[in-house]
């Protein structure tokens, strides 16, 4: 898995640099409600809009799973409350368990 990380990173790596490397003419980025135009590289307004794109998606899905991640955290924390009950229930058996043993041996020698 360590390599197919590593081969898709190189990949990706070696195609942004191919396309900034094929697309360096200026172009005019005019932002509407500001006066004035930027003259930026193709690549630069390309792969930076890719950039804010993705950031924005992450964020999104990040959002999104705030409530499951909550309520796996909730669940969590009740499994174990869940668990230390029937630890100290069986603990409460066993004594039980013991005790009616003893009471019952005691029962027999009288």
């Known amino acids: 898995m360590r390599y197919l990380y590593g081969a898709l990173t190189l990949v990706v790596a070696l195609s942004c640099a191919m396309f900034a490397v094929s697309n360096r003419a200026p172009v005019s980025l005019n932002l509407w ?28 899905g990040w959002l999104v799973s705030m409530p499951s991640r909550f309520a796996r955290r909730r669940l969590a924390q009740r499994l174990a409350l869940t668990e230390q009950d029937v630890k100290r229930l069986k603990a409460e058996i066993a004594g039980q368990a013991a005790a009616v043993v003893s009471t019952a041996a005691v029962r027999a020698e009288a």
């Open 33 to 60: 409600p500001f006066a004035g135009a930027l003259q930026v590289p193709v690549f630069v307004l390309v792969l930076g809009t890719t950039l804010v794109g993705l950031l924005l998606g992450l964020m999104i």
